[in-house]
């Protein structure tokens, strides 16, 4: 299965800056992106898309600059941090970005925190916003480190690795820290 750790090649998700209406009207794109059968990759685990992902994208001028939303949904599934049994999870986000041709000391194209937004810089003779990077972003920092099945899950047994959720094995479970064995005979 193929793992991917960045905005899929195959996602083309942008907006004409000419199409954008300067009287600050916002100019609204929506997209589906497929994943085409790769699973996302972050924090060490494997997050299954379920369906394509939901993204609107919106666009208005403030003055000479451009200011986008990003805001997306989908569902994807990863094993639940306890029992590892696979669960599915609905996943939104949203996220700001202001597009300038002023120098905002944030470097070629580099995000630069300001406030509500990251502010990059646009290249005069660009004709198009490439969101794809953006939409990217807003998912990875929306998914979530970890999962459970369901919120009283008990987990795997430490001494056979029997799922505890669906029988109770009956292993004995020491508590007890070995590093600590030895202060215990002392008593």
Same mark, same amino acid.
């Given at each position: 299965?193929?793992?991917?750790?960045?905005?899929?090649?195959?996602?083309?998700?942008?907006?004409?800056?000419?199409?954008?209406?300067?009287?600050?009207?916002?100019?609204?794109?929506?997209?589906?992106?497929?994943?085409?059968?790769?699973?996302?990759?972050?924090?060490?685990?494997?997050?299954?898309?379920?369906?394509? !992902?939901?993204?609107?994208?919106?666009?208005?001028?403030?003055?000479?600059?451009?200011?986008?939303?990003?805001?997306?949904?989908?569902?994807?599934?990863?094993?639940?941090?306890?029992?590892?049994?696979?669960?599915?999870?609905?996943?939104?986000?949203?996220?700001?970005?202001?597009?300038?041709?002023?120098?905002?000391?944030?470097?070629?194209?580099?995000?630069?925190?300001?406030?509500?937004?990251?502010?990059?810089?646009?290249?005069?003779?660009?004709?198009?916003?490439?969101?794809?990077?953006?939409?990217?972003?807003?998912?990875? !920092?929306?998914?979530?480190?970890?999962?459970?099945?369901?919120?009283?899950?008990?987990?795997?047994?430490?001494?056979?690795?029997?799922?505890?959720?669906?029988?109770? @094995?009956? @292993?004995?479970?020491?508590?007890?820290?070995?590093?600590?064995?030895? !202060?215990?005979?002392?008593?």
């Amino acid at each position: 299965m193929r793992r991917i750790v960045s905005s899929p090649e195959e996602w083309a998700c942008g907006i004409l800056i000419s199409s954008v209406h300067k009287n600050g009207e916002p100019r609204e794109e929506r997209f589906e992106l497929a994943f085409g059968g790769a699973v996302v990759e972050y924090w060490g685990q494997n997050y299954t898309p379920l369906a394509p !992902l939901s993204v609107r994208i919106t666009a208005n001028y403030a003055r000479d600059d451009i200011v986008t939303g990003v805001s997306l949904s989908g569902e994807f599934s990863l094993p639940c941090s306890r029992c590892l049994a696979e669960t599915s999870i609905a996943i939104e986000g949203d996220m700001r970005y202001l597009f300038t041709l002023r120098n905002s000391g944030g470097g070629d194209g580099e995000p630069a925190p300001d406030g509500d937004f990251d502010v990059i810089e646009l290249d005069k003779f660009q004709a198009e916003l490439e969101m794809s990077p953006y939409v990217w972003e807003t998912l990875i !920092l929306n998914l979530p480190e970890g999962v459970l099945c369901k919120e009283d899950c008990k987990g795997l047994c430490p001494v056979c690795g029997g799922d505890r959720n669906a029988r109770d @094995c009956g @292993c004995a479970a020491d508590d007890s820290d070995p590093r600590l064995r030895v !202060l215990k005979s002392l008593l």
